[in-house]
């Protein structure tokens, strides 16, 4: 079955950067697009981008421009997302997120996500 | 961007009613794509529906989705306590994604 493990969670202080990984198994890596979504606590969800595992191929929500940053390992079948310049409204749970099968878009498959704290 | 906005906030109903749950966004969303999704406290979002319409996985035929264009609905039947939960509708007709603010269902 698909699944995709997180990396722990992460304390980081303000102006640092941050990397999580999402591992993916169960399924063929790179046939399927990996979305970011956050969500800070209490709040509703965010989508923060995607990517195609195959590399090239990425996309985030204007806030982030220039600030997140999505790469891939497809030997070890791991997506990675970066973001840097962190503030204390990057505080949040993220989750990564695989495409459905057919509808590519929609969020199928997601992890338990990664807390990530920012705080001096 | 397009904006998706959910109403109403909060919608609480006994056990046995319907819900309808509205989302409208700000342009038309491409191809109709939209998705409307389900979170309990404490759990991972659910799909529950995509391209507007149509029902994910094992989800079960009281969930149903309608609308088109600007003007989406997410019709609950048979409410049971275990549909309490937040509910976000989701597009992903235009390159940047966008989520609505949720709704939180209360039986």
Same mark, same amino acid.
């Given at each position: 079955?698909?699944?995709?493990?997180?990396? #722990?969670?992460?304390?980081?202080?303000?102006?640092?950067?941050?990397?999580?990984?999402?591992?993916?198994?169960?399924?063929?890596?790179?046939?399927? $697009?990996?979305?970011?979504?956050?969500?800070?606590? #209490?709040?509703?969800?965010?989508?923060? #981008?995607?990517?195609?595992?195959?590399?090239?191929?990425?996309?985030?929500?204007?806030?982030?421009?220039?600030?997140?940053?999505?790469?891939?390992?497809?030997?070890?079948?791991?997506? $990675?997302?970066?973001?840097?310049?962190?503030?204390?409204?990057?505080?949040?749970? $993220? $989750?990564?997120?695989?495409?459905?099968?057919?509808?590519?878009?929609?969020?199928?498959?997601?992890?338990? #996500?990664?807390?990530?704290?920012?705080?001096? | 961007?397009?904006?998706?906005?959910?109403?109403?906030?909060? =919608?609480?109903?006994?056990?046995?009613?319907?819900?309808?749950?509205?989302?409208?966004?700000?342009? %038309?969303?491409?191809?109709?794509?939209?998705?409307?999704?389900?979170?309990?406290?404490?759990?991972?979002? %659910? =799909?529950?529906?995509?391209?507007?319409?149509? %029902?994910?996985?094992?989800?079960?035929?009281?969930?149903?989705?309608?609308?088109?264009?600007?003007?989406?609905?997410?019709?609950?039947? %048979? =409410?049971?306590?275990?549909?309490?939960?937040?509910?976000?509708?989701?597009?992903?007709?235009?390159?940047?994604?966008?989520?609505?603010?949720?709704?939180?269902?209360?039986?």
């Amino acid at each position: 079955q698909v699944q995709l493990v997180q990396s #722990g969670a992460e304390v980081k202080q303000p102006g640092a950067s941050v990397k999580i990984s999402c591992k993916a198994s169960g399924y063929t890596f790179t046939s399927f $697009y990996l979305h970011w979504v956050r969500q800070s606590p #209490g709040q509703g969800l965010e989508w923060v #981008g995607l990517m195609s595992p195959r590399g090239g191929i990425t996309s985030n929500a204007q806030k982030f421009e220039g600030r997140v940053f999505f790469t891939s390992d497809t030997s070890t079948n791991t997506v $990675y997302m970066e973001l840097t310049r962190l503030t204390s409204d990057d505080t949040a749970i $993220y $989750y990564c997120a695989r495409d459905h099968a057919v509808a590519a878009g929609a969020c199928e498959h997601w992890g338990l #996500g990664t807390l990530v704290t920012v705080s001096s | 961007e397009v904006v998706l906005t959910q109403s109403p906030g909060t =919608l609480s109903l006994s056990p046995g009613e319907s819900a309808t749950l509205s989302c409208k966004a700000s342009q %038309r969303v491409g191809s109709n794509y939209l998705a409307w999704y389900q979170q309990k406290p404490g759990q991972t979002p %659910r =799909l529950l529906i995509y391209g507007a319409s149509s %029902r994910a996985t094992g989800i079960p035929d009281k969930f149903s989705g309608s609308g088109s264009g600007t003007d989406f609905i997410l019709t609950i039947d %048979r =409410l049971e306590p275990e549909d309490s939960a937040l509910y976000y509708c989701q597009q992903y007709g235009s390159s940047m994604y966008t989520f609505g603010q949720g709704t939180k269902l209360e039986i």
